[in-house]
């Protein structure tokens, strides 16, 4: 084509919908949001940054449950609060959850305080890249989740339009180490881990629970995106995020899993029963969970990870805009 805003500015374009009898509202809302966009009088929240079909509804013996009848019954959750903090839903090959969490963290985080354009996004394959090959397993799995914070702190990520994620995924690529292109990296990260506070309250254990999931819960709604770790079992795959996930009473009674498993924590809330659970955002795929977004109770959680911002990206931002600023005036 001679011109195609597909091949020019595709952030201003929206997902195909599928309508019912609400097509010209549909087409007049698009209008009007893409009119704004492309003078920058509202914020580039691209629709594909979050996998959201309200009428997609998972049916049960129940009625029908979609995931906007989930994030509208939570408590708090980004879904609802600003959504375009949400990346599209990956699905995995490789055992690089780990990869996948820290980096939409630090994605969110930036984008939470102005400090990142919305329309870009982080490089998971550069992350993975700079990790010491000695510190991955065969299937990409991460050995420590401070190791993997420290590392994300000293090196950064690039933006994954310099580096896009392989397919499959690429555990074990080479890296040029004179390449001196800008990356971001967040100012500090801090693993929270439930042992600690059990041990540091070993007196009342409770207490130290409480702390730990209040402090969990305020860094959701302060800060962004949270990477958490919980123990996966066997039940969890097998029921596919379909409920709030706890395990059987045979998961129970048997050793706790040797691994956890690392996802985003996008909100919280309480069952009817006044028990604490999480909604996450999963990396395994649209078709796990509600649209990739499964919930879990919060004593399945043993760790979560705080991160802060960094300012260098901030000034380079702030002067972005200033040099737009022109534009948005004319």
Not at 86 to 105: E, G, S
Not at 210 to 226: A, D, M
Not at 286 to 302: H, K, P, W
Request: charged residues 20%.
């Amino acid at each position: 084509m001679d011109f195609s805003w597909i091949t020019r500015m595709p952030h201003l374009l929206f997902p195909a919908m599928r309508q019912f009898d609400i097509c010209w509202e549909t087409v007049s809302v698009r209008h009007l949001e893409s009119v704004m966009m492309n003078i920058c009088l509202i914020p580039l929240t691209r629709q594909d940054i979050i996998v959201y079909v309200p009428n997609d509804c998972f049916l049960s013996d129940g009625p029908a449950i979609c995931l906007s009848d989930i994030s509208d019954s939570m408590e708090f959750t980004w879904l609802k609060e600003k959504p375009y903090l949400l990346c599209a839903v990956i699905k995995q090959i490789m055992a690089i959850c780990w990869a996948i969490a820290f980096v939409r963290q630090l994605e969110s985080v930036l984008k939470n305080k102005w400090l990142m354009p919305l329309t870009e996004h982080l490089s998971i394959q550069d992350f993975i890249d700079r990790i010491p090959k000695r510190r991955l397993r065969s299937d990409g799995a991460a050995i420590s989740l401070r190791e993997v914070g420290f590392y994300l702190q000293k090196f950064g990520v690039l933006l994954e339009s310099e580096c896009r994620l392989a397919s499959p995924e690429r555990i074990f690529g080479v890296i040029n180490r004179r390449d001196k292109r800008l990356r971001r990296c967040p100012k500090t990260v801090e693993v929270h881990s439930l042992r600690v506070y059990l041990y540091k309250y070993k007196e009342d254990a409770f207490k130290g629970y409480g702390i730990f999931h209040s402090r969990l819960q305020t860094l959701i709604k302060e800060s962004g995106l949270v990477s958490v770790n919980f123990l996966s079992y066997e039940s969890y795959w097998q029921e596919k995020g379909k409920g709030i996930f706890f395990p059987t009473d045979e998961e129970m009674n048997s050793p706790l899993p040797t691994c956890g498993y690392v996802i985003l924590a996008a909100g919280s809330s309480h069952d009817e029963n006044g028990n604490l659970y999480y909604l996450c955002q999963e990396s395994g795929g649209t078709e796990f969970g509600f649209d990739g977004y499964s919930r879990v109770y919060a004593n399945l959680i043993n760790a979560y990870v705080e991160m802060s911002g960094t300012t260098l990206w901030l000034c380079l931002y702030l002067v972005e805009w200033l040099l737009l600023l022109p534009l948005i005036i004319l």
